[in-house]
């Protein structure tokens, strides 16, 4: 990965308001690739005192974002599917990894997995972006 591009999504990540608001953690960011952490909180809690299914997505959409935006080009969503399979534990470390299973010049198709910190699988998605032929406006 070209390490302009690396630095620039590392820094830009870190000042995202709505990133901060769900303590969301880049934790790897490789060519079509990302690894994000958030820890389950008591302020993401659904009525039922279990994981809200929005805040389970942010985490998945952060890790979608990064892989996906990762070539130095613009890329905006299209699609998400996400199936809900578990909900964690009252302050389990969450983590999405997205992996790129495909691109094109126009489109990129991701799988993206969130689990908890003993590898049982909450959520997985299959998503799809539109890449832009522009840079990154942050470079």
């Known amino acids: 990965m070209d390490e302009k591009v ?5 820094k830009q990540i870190e000042k995202e308001p709505f990133g901060k608001k769900f303590g969301l953690k880049l934790k790897d960011v490789r060519k079509g690739y ?7 909180t008591q302020d993401m809690e659904n009525m ?23 070539h130095g080009t613009m890329a905006v ?7 809900y399979l578990a909900s964690p ?3 389990a470390l969450l983590t999405a990894e997205a992996r790129e299973i495909n691109k094109t010049k126009k489109t990129a198709a991701y799988e ?3 689990t ?7 959520a997985s998605c299959q998503a ?6 522009k840079p990154l406006p942050f470079l």
């Open 112 to 114: 993206i997995h969130a």
């Open 77 to 83: 969503a299209l699609n998400m599917n996400i199936n």
């Open 48 to 70: 039922f005192g279990m994981a809200h299914g929005g805040a389970i997505f942010s985490l998945i959409d952060a890790a979608f974002e990064v892989a996906s935006n990762s």
């Open 34 to 40: 990302a690894k994000v952490e958030m820890l389950f």
């Open 128 to 133: 799809l972006v539109y890449r832009l032929e």
């Open 116 to 122: 908890d910190e003993s590898g049982k699988l909450l």
């Open 6 to 10: 690396r630095n620039a999504i590392l």
């Open 89 to 91: 534990e009252k302050g």
